[in-house]
Nanobody, 125 residues
Framework: AVQLVESGGGTVQAGESLRLSCIGS????????MGWFRQTPEKEREAVAS????????YYADSVKGRFTVSQDNRKTTLYLQMTSLKPEDTAMYYC??????????????????WGQGTQVTVSS
């Protein structure tokens, strides 16, 4: 079965950086898209960044463009999110997701059927 495990979250001050990792297993990475989502008690789960099938196509939310960078390993089963210039509003639970590549970059949570458990990112001011 497909499994995803996130790591790298933590507490940092505004302006600092973090790199999140998502290790996937149970699928052929070259045929799957992967994405990062975040959620807070006040906001619905929203797309942060997606990449597929192997870096050829990407999506970034307007709120993170220029600050976050999504990437994958050579097998396309590990997903990274390099976050710089972090802001308090970036505080959220960050989730990794994956699904089959159908020719476009999916950005809706409903487009992804496999999810990790999440990793908490807290940015203090």
């Amino acid at each position: 079965a497909v499994q995803l495990v996130e790591s790298g979250g933590g507490t940092v001050q505004a302006g600092e950086s973090l790199r999140l990792s998502c290790i996937g297993s149970g699928y052929y990475g070259s045929r799957y898209c992967m994405g990062w989502f975040r959620q807070t008690p006040e906001k619905e789960r929203e797309a942060v960044a997606s990449i597929c099938p192997g870096g050829g196509s990407t999506y970034y939310a307007d709120s993170v463009k220029g600050r976050f960078t999504v990437s994958q390993d050579n097998r396309k089963t590990t997903l990274y999110l390099q976050m710089t210039s972090l802001k308090p509003e970036d505080t959220a639970m960050y989730y990794c997701a994956t699904d089959e590549y159908l020719g476009w970059v999916p950005v809706s949570p409903s487009d992804f059927h496999y999810w990790g458990q999440g990793t908490q990112v807290t940015v203090s001011s």
